[in-house]
């Protein structure tokens, strides 16, 4: 059965008071008021009935691979490294806006802590995701790698010498990505 948001509920318990209204029009008054108050309190109870009953389901593994597949291409991909790499080169982001270095630094260095996490999640994965942990490691190895030389000698805008190779990131990251998307969900 499916979940029911508490506003599509509320929704669809409006519309019902709506209906028996409409058809409740000829009757006194008084018994519009009777169904109100039912209705009043028949919303009342659905709603503390949905508060105390749903929960909150734990994420599948394979649906963790998405979070983590899709936080590696948005937090540490698009605002991290590719625009560090643009950088470096043409002195902009990968967007050709101006771009802040320190920022970008410090926003990748909070990445870089929620990535911690994810590599304790991976290490603790069941034997049967073994392909999966192996792919990670070697991104994750790759990702610490890139983030150091970073840290240790901050790029410059227009540094045609300074080393920012991002291939075997992508290539892991590809794989890594492509794996995670043939999981069936």
Do not use: H
């Amino acid at each position: 059965m499916p979940k029911w948001s508490k506003k599509s509920l509320l929704i669809v318990l409006v519309l019902i008071f709506l209906a028996v209204i409409a058809a409740c029009s000829s009757k006194e008054q008084t018994d519009e008021e009777k169904l109100t108050e039912l209705f009043k309190d028949s919303i009342a109870n659905s709603v503390k009935n949905t508060e105390s009953t749903s929960e909150v389901e734990p994420p599948t593994v394979e649906s963790k691979l998405r979070e983590i597949s899709n936080f590696i291409t948005m937090d540490i991909w698009n605002e991290g490294f590719v625009n560090i790499s643009s950088y470096t080169s043409r002195g902009t982001d990968a967007l050709g806006q101006t771009m802040d270095m320190d920022f970008t630094m410090e926003r990748l260095g909070k990445s870089m802590e929620k990535k911690a996490e994810y590599d304790t999640y991976m290490q603790g994965l069941d034997p049967k995701y073994d392909d999966f942990k192996l792919v990670w490691t070697k991104l994750s190895n790759e990702i610490d790698t890139l983030y150091s030389k970073l840290k240790e000698d901050k790029p410059s805008a227009n540094d045609e010498n300074y080393e920012f190779d991002t291939g075997l990131f992508a290539q892991y990251q590809g794989a890594f990505k492509n794996d995670v998307m043939d999981l069936n969900p």
